[in-house]
């Protein structure tokens, strides 16, 4: 944040929007007035101001489900924080991950975390534009340009499938798939962001595919 000051309301709090860090799910909302804010930032711990029990109180403090802060935004009035956090636990008191749920009273299923491609994404595009990072792998893999990005992602295709098929074979574990599906899904961002192809459009062309009701 900048060093520009929270506009508080008329009770000294302001709203603090719970964010998950990698899935973007929104997990809560609470209150903060300005001792919890400061307790926040200065220890990574998430703290709020309970407006029912008129005190500070530190999230997960009886149940062991802390959040831990990973970083917070405000909207251009001042007047609301999104704070972004992993949780240790569930972030509702029921026990639920969240405390929202659809307005009918169905509850979707956890989401698997996508938003957080978009910290590696902004990574890559980062090196790959910046002088500094000469000599990085991400860097000298799109100096080669599509034959070399190309040739790894044809490499790293191929051994997904063979750990697929292994899988299939019970001859490997979950593991093995994810961390060759890893290695691809790096591989794709390297090739889109060196031929300046950015992952926003691909989301875009399969949602244009995407079928609605």
Same mark, same amino acid.
């Given at each position: ?18 964010? *998950? *860090? ?8 609470? &209150? ?7 307790? !926040?930032?200065?220890?990574?711990? %998430?703290?709020? &101001? ?6 500070? &109180?530190?999230?997960?403090?009886? +149940? ?20 972004? %956090? ?5 972030? /509702?008191? !029921?026990?639920?991950?969240? /405390? ?20 590696? &994404?902004? !990574? ?7 002088? +500094? ?33 292994? *899988? ?21 961002? %390297?090739?889109?962001? =060196?031929?300046? %192809? ?6 875009? =062309?399969?949602? +244009? ?5």
């Amino acid at each position: 944040m900048s060093d520009q000051p929270i506009t508080w309301d008329d009770r000294g709090l302001v709203p603090a929007i719970v964010q *998950h *860090h990698r899935t973007a799910e929104v997990l809560m909302m609470a &209150w903060m007035d300005a001792e919890a804010l400061s307790l !926040t930032l200065s220890t990574g711990d %998430v703290y709020f &101001w309970s407006r029912s029990r008129r005190r500070l &109180w530190k999230k997960g403090e009886t +149940s062991g489900n802390i959040l831990r802060l990973v970083g917070i935004r405000v909207d251009c009035d001042r007047d609301t924080l999104v704070v972004r %956090v992993g949780p240790a636990g569930p972030a /509702c008191h !029921t026990g639920s991950r969240t /405390c929202f749920e659809d307005i009918d009273g169905g509850d979707r299923p956890a989401p698997q975390g996508f938003a957080d491609l978009e910290g590696l &994404w902004q !990574t890559i595009a980062d090196r790959i534009s910046s002088a +500094s990072a000469t000599g990085s792998y991400t860097v000298r893999l799109a100096e080669g340009g599509p034959p070399a990005t190309g040739r790894k992602l044809i490499e790293e295709a191929s051994e997904l499938s063979e750990a697929a098929l292994l *899988h299939q074979a019970d001859r490997a574990g979950d593991r093995r798939v994810a961390e060759e599906a890893g290695d691809l899904v790096y591989h794709l961002l %390297v090739l889109l962001a =060196e031929r300046g %192809v950015s992952a926003r459009e691909v989301i875009e =062309e399969l949602a +244009s595919r995407r079928r609605t009701p």
